[in-house]
């Protein structure tokens, strides 16, 4: 592929900053300078940038800490969608795994690799999945033993068994569900009586959301995450 999008799609920066870089210099292959940014680079080629290599990986995975009011879907014609905040949409067939509703935010994990979205989303797998949820009103003892027993929620969800952690003040509660239907979380909220008015995902899996990350951004995972997640 040329040189240019493979520094792109590798994250290096935008189509037109990765130009610049070459065109400056800053970038050898197998330890010649190139400055043509067309030129065809194998994927096992030593690519770097600034003296660092910057080798090809067929899949890449971002850890998103998904902001209210955009979409987990991969395009649409009116709304933002969680790939509009990813710089330069730096490589094709990336795609959310698994949704939050557009008043969702939290973790959010990015990729190409769909056999890995595929396990992670399977009912099977049982992956738990970890919200803080603030409530219009407290919840006790009773919602706790309704939620650990596997809820019905309505005629389409039963919901499995979920652990539901009080918190202080009891409008505030963290909760760990193993399945992902649609608005899982609100409806067995509201089969008690009680409406979301905020949620968040905290984690999923061996993934959680951190301090660093601010609301609206992303990052790659590390090498530990992605060691953790691809064992699943
Ligand atoms: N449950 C919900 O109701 N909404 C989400 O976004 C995720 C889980």
Redesign the pocket.
């Known amino acids: 592929m040329r040189l240019d999008k493979y520094l792109s799609e590798m994250g290096a920066g935008t189509r037109s900053e990765v130009k610049k870089a070459i065109r400056a210099g800053r970038v050898t292959v197998d330890g010649e300078k190139v400055k043509d940014g067309s030129v065809h680079v194998e994927k096992e080629a030593e690519v770097c940038l600034d003296g660092k290599r910057i080798a090809y990986e067929n899949f890449v995975y971002y850890l998103m800490n998904k902001p209210a009011g955009v979409i987990s879907a991969t395009d649409d014609a009116r709304e933002r969608t969680v790939l509009d905040l990813i710089d330069g949409q730096q490589r094709k067939g990336l795609f959310p795994v698994g949704?939050?509703?557009k008043d969702?935010e939290g973790l959010l994990l990015i990729t190409n690799d769909g056999e890995l979205a595929h396990r992670l989303l399977s009912p099977k797998k049982h992956v738990d999945?970890v919200?803080y949820a603030r409530l219009d009103g407290p919840v006790g003892e009773t919602e706790r033993k309704l939620f650990a027993e596997g809820l019905r929620v309505d005629e389409s969800l039963t919901a499995m068994p979920a652990v539901l952690e009080i918190l202080e003040p009891a409008n505030e509660v963290k909760i760990t569900?193993r399945e992902?239907k649609y608005?899982?979380?609100?409806?067995m909220f509201a089969a008690v009586g009680r409406e979301?008015v905020y949620?968040q995902?905290l984690s999923m899996g061996p993934l959680s959301i951190d301090a660093g990350l601010p609301i609206g951004a992303y990052r790659r995972l590390t090498e530990e995450e992605l060691s953790a997640i691809i064992k699943v």
């Open positions: 949704r939050l509703d969702t999945k919200y569900i992902g608005h899982q979380i609100k409806r979301v949620l995902r």
